[in-house]
C-alpha cells in the first residue's frame, strides 16, 4: 500500500465546532462508540485496585463480614463516595475474586492485550505476604483463559517505596519473569512525595534482567527534587505514564532553546517512548495545567493533540477505571471526538503501540496480524502487512517532525 493511502489529519477543532457540524453526515468514516468496543485494543496503563467495580469493593466486604463478622470497616458502599476507590486487598480470595472481575471487564470491552499493574502489598492480619498477593493474581491470570484476550503483569514501585523495598519488588519481578507472565515494572503513587534518586539500583537491576520499564513521568507541575524527569529518563524507560507538564509542549509559544523542559521534550522525542495517556482520569482528576484560571480544564486541553501527531507510540488507558468510570473503549472514542481521529487513524493508534507492549515478539506478531485482519474486515485502508504499515508510520515521523517545528 502507498503512503498516499493514510488521510491527512484534520487540525484540532474546538468543541463547539464538533457539536455544531453533524460529524456523521459531513463524513462517513468517524467512528462511532460501536466501533471503539469493537476495535480490539491494548491496554497498557491499569492499575488493578484502581480497576475495581464498585459492586466488587461491596462483595468483598460483605464476605469478609461474614467471616469475620468484628471486622471493623465500613461497608465500602457507604463509606466511598462515587468516583472514588480507596480500598485493599487483605485476602488471597479477595485478590483472586477482584482480579478476575478486571479480566472479566477488560475482555468484554473489547481488549485483546492487557498490561495489569500492582503495588505488592502484605497484611499481617490475615497472613497475606507480598509474594502471595503476586502469585494470587498470576493463578487468576493464568487460570482465566480468555479467547481473545492476554494478560501481562507489571510490578510498581511506590514513590513512598524505601530503596530496600524497591529492590524488593523488582527482585519478585525477576523470580516470575520466567513464567512469562511478569514483564516489568513501574513507578507510581503520590507524584509529590519521596526523591526518586533512591530507586536507581532497583530501576539499574530490573534493566539488566530485561524487565520493561514504564514510570509514572511528570503528573504535577513542579518536580519536588531538582532535575527529576532527567534522573527519570536516566532509569531507561521504554515507556512513560501521563507526561503531562512538560512546559514546551503544552505552550505554543516559540521554542527557547536552551530550556530544560525542551531538551527532555526532544529526549523522549528521540528515544520514540511510549506514551500512555489516560485522558479522563487527567480531566476528572484536575491534572491538565488550569489554562482557564478557574480550577478546571477539558478534554481538549489534553496534552492527547500533541503526543498522536509525533513519531512516539501513544497507549490510550483507562488508568483507574472504577474511580473514572470510563473504560478504553470510551478513552478511544473520547479521542476520536474531541480531536477528530478518523477510524483508520484509531485503529492506527493501537497497531503503532504494538511495539510497546512489554511481552514477547511473537504476543506482538499475534496482535499485528489480529489487528491487521480486523482491519480488512472493516474496511479500513490498511494494507496488507506490517511492512505497508511501516511506510505509514515513516510519513508520520515527518509529519511529527513538522508539527514540532511549528509549534
Ligand atoms: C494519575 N493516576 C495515578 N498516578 C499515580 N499513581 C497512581 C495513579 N492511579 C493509581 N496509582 C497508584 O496505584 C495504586 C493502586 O494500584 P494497585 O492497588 O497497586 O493495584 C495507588 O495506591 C497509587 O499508588
Redesign the pocket.
Known amino acids: 500500500m502507498s503512503t498516499a493511502h493514510h488521510q491527512p489529519r484534520p487540525e484540532s477543532t474546538t468543541l463547539a465546532d464538533l457539536i455544531g457540524s453533524s460529524r456523521e453526515s459531513e463524513t462517513p468514516d468517524w467512528p462511532d462508540e460501536d466501533f471503539c468496543k469493537r476495535l480490539p485494543k491494548i491496554e497498557l496503563h491499569a ?5 475495581i467495580r464498585r459492586e466488587t469493593l461491596g462483595e468483598i466486604w460483605r464476605r469478609r463480614k461474614e467471616q469475620e463478622p468484628d471486622f471493623d470497616l465500613e461497608d465500602p458502599l457507604v463509606a466511598i463516595p462515587p468516583g472514588k476507590v480507596d480500598f ?2 487483605t485476602t488471597e480470595w479477595s485478590v483472586e475474586h477482584a482480579t478476575r472481575q478486571v479480566l472479566r471487564d477488560f475482555e468484554s470491552d473489547g481488549v485483546v492485550y492487557l498490561e ?6 502484605a497484611f499481617d492480619e490475615t497472613g497475606l505476604t507480598k509474594e502471595k498477593y503476586i502469585t494470587t493474581i498470576l493463578s487468576t491470570i493464568r487460570s482465566f483463559q480468555s479467547e481473545t484476550m492476554h494478560t501481562r503483569l507489571i510490578l ?1 514501585i ?3 517505596n524505601t530503596k530496600e523495598e524497591a529492590l524488593d519488588t523488582v527482585e519478585l519481578a525477576i523470580k516470575y519473569k520466567s513464567e512469562g507472565l511478569v514483564v516489568g515494572v513501574d513507578l ?4 509529590a512525595a519521596g526523591d526518586v534518586r533512591i530507586f536507581r539500583e532497583a530501576f539499574k537491576k530490573a534493566k539488566q534482567n530485561d524487565l520493561g520499564i514504564t514510570l ?1 513521568f511528570a ?1 504535577i507541575e513542579r518536580q519536588p527534587i531538582k532535575d527529576e524527569l532527567d534522573i527519570l529518563l536516566s532509569f531507561e524507560p521504554q515507556r512513560l ?2 507526561a503531562i507538564h512538560i512546559e514546551r509542549m503544552m505552550s505554543s509559544q516559540s521554542h527557547r532553546a536552551g530550556n530544560t523542559d525542551d531538551r527532555i521534550l526532544r529526549e523522549i522525542r528521540q528515544r520514540k517512548l511510549c506514551i500512555e495517556l ?1 485522558l479522563s ?2 480531566v476528572y ?1 484536575k ?1 491538565l495545567p488550569n489554562r482557564h484560571g478557574n480550577g478546571s480544564s477539558s478534554f481538549q486541553d489534553h496534552h492527547f493533540k500533541y503526543w498522536w501527531k509525533t513519531d512516539c507510540p501513544v497507549a490510550l488507558g483507562t ?2 477505571v472504577g ?1 473514572f468510570l470510563s473504560d478504553l473503549s470510551n478513552e478511544y472514542y473520547l479521542a476520536s471526538t474531541h480531536f477528530r481521529v478518523n477510524k483508520y487513524e484509531l485503529w492506527h493508534l493501537v497497531f503503532y503501540s504494538i511495539d510497546a507492549i512489554f511481552a514477547d515478539q511473537s504476543e506482538k506478531d499475534r496482535l499485528k496480524s489480529s489487528l491487521l485482519a480486523w482491519g480488512k474486515e472493516n474496511n479500513l485502508d490498511v494494507g496488507d502487512d506490517d511492512e505497508s504499515v511501516n511506510e505509514i508510520i515513516d510519513h508520520e515521523d515527518e509529519e511529527g517532525e513538522n508539527s514540532a517545528e511549528q509549534t
Not at 492499575?47 to 480497576?51: A, D
Open positions: 492499575h488493578l485496585t484502581g480497576s485493599d486487598l495489569l499493574r500492582t503495588i505488592p502489598r510498581a511506590d514513590r513512598q507510581c503513587g503520590n507524584p509514572h503528573e505514564g501521563h489516560c482520569c487527567n482528576a491534572m488508568d483507574d474511580v
